[in-house]
């Protein structure tokens, strides 16, 4: 079945431009409520007042208690939950409800005191079980003002995971960063690169990444990210990607172009998952490794094998993220078929049905969105034409085609019998191809199968010419 959204790229225009941050009323009132049960003597803190104030949900409490056990232990009953220690030591301890999180810290020294060691003025507010909002660090007026500033450096260096959250947070909530806080940023991202400055835990790095990249704001975001230098330390094979001239059929370099398919990705396919985001931002990541000029006047780039280079690019750049595999090898698939080109006639569109129907209609969407973020001297309003009437004939077969696929005509323990195969990889081949024929309608009978294979096996395997030749 065509999914929803696909065929809606027909109908709809390219949208374009940057979201600015606007200034915005915070909400004044609270249903305390909400949060139950109130630790005794606690405060909510962090991301959950802040996400309060500006009227949206959060799934997530952090609370600050003088006894983070006990609290824990009673919300747990109260809820039905489940209470564990994150870090015994430390007093951080966590309650699972459902879908939700609650987080119980203990309070450090005073309450002023805990809220000026975090990150971001807009993280500093408490809510009092009374509805006090307090904001020791004018965390208030940064979020009214749509601004994102740091509590100070030091902060930022003691843990420099939260360079990366500064950008999750301005692409989220739409801030602006604070003069002082983007220069801040870049500067300690230059010691990440430098080695002066450990980097976090992958797997954190990865939970801030893909935050971003699953925010409507993502393109913003991923251009902070490089903007501010923290390309080099997190996604060195992207940063690689920045100044690589395309030439042609494109306006901008490697790495701005992959951002532009992004944003092109969620403008046409909002709905698009991560590995699918992660496919559109790395899919010519392979491009610098390729990157060759033609010799003589035109000077002509090319970039041979780039998809299969970049395949392998991406499944590196995931696995040392510590994706899920699955994650993993679905996005190099797609960085690897990206550049298939698009059938021309019924029969190709059912081969390329077959052939692809696993990453379909994600692959559409990846060379969809690709196509229309690319926009050098070479492209022409007709060349796109041509595409989206190419993408519409895969579009229309992929709509009929069966959930199940045909019963092979026949058996492996036949094909072995009619090619004189011995168990092993060719069994393998002859039974793909056998596939293929029945999906593209070569081979709608017995006979037909076995006249198409004979013939196979006669070209792809020269020393079986002798068994497999008619009577």
Known sequence: ???????????????????????????????LKAFAPWPEGGHLVGGAVRDALLGQETADLDW??????????????????????????????????????????????????????????????????????????GGLADLQAGVLRMTGEEQLRSDPLRLLRGVRLATVHQLELAAVTAETITALAGELAAGELPLPAWERSRAELDQILLCDGAPRGLRLLDELGLLEPFLPELSACRAVDQGGMHHVDVLGHQIDTV????????????????????????????????????????????????????????????????????????????????????????????????????????????REATRGRLSTEAGRNRYRLAVGRVLEQLDSVPPEPEPPLLSGAELMELLGLEPGPRVGQAVRYLAELQAVGDAQTVEQAKEHLLEYARV???????????G
Not at 281 to 308: C, M, N, Q, S, Y
Request: glycine letters at 6%; proline letters at 5%.
């Open 1 to 31: 079945m065509t999914p929803v959204g696909l065929m809606d790229w027909f109908r709809r225009l390219l949208g374009r431009g940057r979201t600015r941050p606007v200034r915005r009323q915070l909400q004044t009132e609270f249903d």
């Open 64 to 137: 600050l208690v003088a006894q983070p056990e006990r609290a824990a232990s009673l919300a747990a009953r109260l809820l039905d939950g489940a209470h564990f220690a994150l870090d015994e030591q430390r007093g951080y301890w966590r309650v699972v409800t459902g879908g939700h999180i609650r987080d119980y810290l203990a309070l450090r020294g005073t309450l002023e005191d805990d809220l000026k060691r975090r990150d971001f003025t807009v993280n500093t507010l408490a809510l009092s079980a009374s509805g006090e909002i307090i904001d020791v660090c």
């Open 263 to 370: 944003a092109q990705l969620l403008h046409f396919f909002p709905d698009a998952d991560l590995s699918l985001r992660w496919a559109a931002l790395l899919h010519d990541v392979g491009k610098p490794a390729t990157r060759t000029v033609d010799e003589g006047e035109l000077g002509r780039i090319r970039f041979h094998g780039h998809e299969r280079v970049g395949a392998d690019i991406a499944r590196q750049l995931l696995m040392r993220l510590r994706h899920p595999s699955a994650r993993v090898e679905r996005v190099a698939q797609l960085v690897r078929r990206h550049m298939q080109p698009l059938p021309q006639d019924e029969k190709a569109t059912r081969r390329f049905i077959h052939r692809y129907g696993e990453l379909l209609p994600d692959l559409l969407r990846l060379m969809i969105a690709d």
């Open 460 to 470: 792809q395997w020269p020393d079986l010419r002798d068994e497999v030749e008619p």
